[in-house]
């Protein structure tokens, strides 16, 4: 059963600070990991996508690599903001079990704070 | 930019009533999930939808949901029987296609049992 871990669980920054959000997963049979941001009480937004195939993945200050053999990806944001706070969710798809279907499976989320 | 769209956003009841959250995902997508994320802890799975029928569900997708596409745009979760247990936020999500998609999410239902 694949399993999808966070570290750290929460993180607090002064503003400008780099910083790197950890994921790792149990199971590499993966297609592809996104990386999601998640405001209190809102929905999820897709930051970056990697596929299997990739190493890594760049969008603005947001950096996501993938080394898919160890299990682990990273998030790195480059010069924080307060508006970078929100908490941060990795999820990596891979096919059903039983019927072979995609899904994503959900990491425990990351809660960032970046202080002014 | 498309996007998918879930309504309502907050919904209270009371325990055994029925609820039905609605969803409109990207017109060209093929597949569509529901998750739900109770407070606190993680997103979790609970059916995909491919084709007109449902094309897996977790243990969680018990027969006191059920789901639909009722015409061509909408896609709705049914809950029978609310209990307390299902407060929670509901997410719609949809997916073009293939291997190597991206899932896009709704903004969420809140669904909040009394």
């Known amino acids: 059963k694949q399993e999808v871990t966070q570290i750290p669980a929460a993180l607090s920054v002064p503003e400008g600070e780099n910083l790197v959000l950890n994921c790792s997963f149990t199971?590499?049979?993966?297609?592809?990991l996104q990386w999601f941001r998640q405001d209190p009480g809102k929905g999820l937004t897709s930051l970056l996508l990697?596929?299997?195939?990739?190493r890594e993945q760049t969008s603005g200050r947001l950096n996501a690599s993938l080394d898919k053999s160890s299990g682990r990806s990273t998030l790195y944001i480059a010069a924080s903001q307060p508006g970078d706070s929100a908490t941060y969710l990795c999820?990596?798809?891979?096919?059903?079990?039983?019927?072979?279907?995609?899904?994503?499976?959900f990491g425990t989320g990351t809660r960032l704070l970046v202080s002014p | 930019e498309p996007e998918v769209t879930q309504t309502p956003s907050h919904q209270v009841t009371q325990m055994g009533q029925e609820v039905i959250l609605r969803c409109v995902p990207i017109?060209?997508?093929?597949?569509f999930y529901w998750y739900r994320q109770i407070l606190g802890q993680k997103v979790e799975f609970l059916v995909s939808?491919?084709?007109?029928?449902?094309?897996?569900k977790s243990e969680i997708f018990d027969d006191q949901f059920s789901v639909e596409r009722p015409d061509g745009s909408n896609f709705t979760l049914k809950i029978r029987s609310t209990k307390l247990e299902d407060s929670a936020m509901y997410f719609c999500?949809?997916?073009?296609?293939?291997?190597?998609?991206?899932?896009?999410f709704g903004e969420g239902s809140r669904l909040t049992v009394l």
């Open positions: 999820a990596v798809r891979r096919p059903s079990m039983n019927t072979g279907f995609q899904k994503l499976v």
């Open positions: 199971d590499s049979a993966i297609y592809n």
């Open positions: 990697i596929q299997s195939s990739q």
């Open positions: 017109s060209n997508h093929l597949y």
């Open positions: 939808f491919y084709n007109n029928e449902i094309s897996e």
């Open positions: 999500a949809s997916l073009a296609g293939g291997v190597v998609g991206e899932l896009f």
